[in-house]
């Protein structure tokens, strides 16, 4: 089994859709932050796009712990988040380029159109958490999973690569992949 998590209304050819919100019709309904209804080693890999941040690191690293249960022998977790590193250097070293990534992809007005309402903002609207690599390691490392650095639409799972929607250059997102200790 093959797992889309926080799928919203994408649907990934092969993965079953997992979300919280019965109303976008997913193939499981589910709150990430609880245990999932799901056997232990039933999972071969897990994709999780810009969901992680929604939830706090309690919740985080219970899903984790979730993830190591569910996860087959060699299977993967995907997790591309925003990288709360990235953020920040953005504001400082390239505030035009967050301004126009905000423009592009975001969207909602500025009242000052400045980097400084966009890290705000964009720290607000993310979710109750904005990650950075240390602490995604401790959770992971918390739950009996090893962090892997990845890339744009690369995987260690051949059934993830090619399924990220974008690249370092559009996004603030960081690559990072768990496998079982």
């Not at 380029?97 to 400045?114: A, K, N, Q, S, Y």
């Not at 904005?130 to 959770?139: K, M, W």
Request: glycine share 8%; net charge negative; hydrophobic share 45%.
């Amino acid at each position: 089994m093959k797992l889309s998590i926080g799928a919203g209304e994408r649907r990934i050819e092969g993965f079953l859709s997992v979300d919280i919100d019965a109303a976008l019709h997913p193939d499981i309904v589910a709150d990430i932050g609880r245990p999932l209804d799901l056997p232990d080693a039933s999972v071969e890999c897990l994709f999780c796009e810009e969901v992680i941040s929604q939830i706090a690191p309690e919740a985080c690293l219970g899903f984790f712990r979730e993830c190591r249960r569910i996860l087959q022998p060699g299977g993967v977790v995907r997790i591309l988040t925003p990288d709360l590193a990235r953020f920040t250097r953005a504001y400082l070293e390239r505030p035009d380029w967050l301004r126009e990534i905000w423009h592009r992809h975001v969207g909602l007005p500025l009242l000052c159109d400045t980097a400084a309402e966009v890290l705000n903002l964009g720290l607000r609207g993310v979710g109750p958490f904005v990650y950075d690599r240390a602490t995604l390691r401790c959770l992971a490392n918390s739950a009996g999973l090893v962090l892997h650095e990845s890339a744009f639409n690369e995987s260690l799972h051949p059934a993830m690569r090619g399924l990220d929607m974008r690249g370092p250059e559009e996004t603030l997102t960081m690559y990072l992949e768990l496998t079982v200790a």
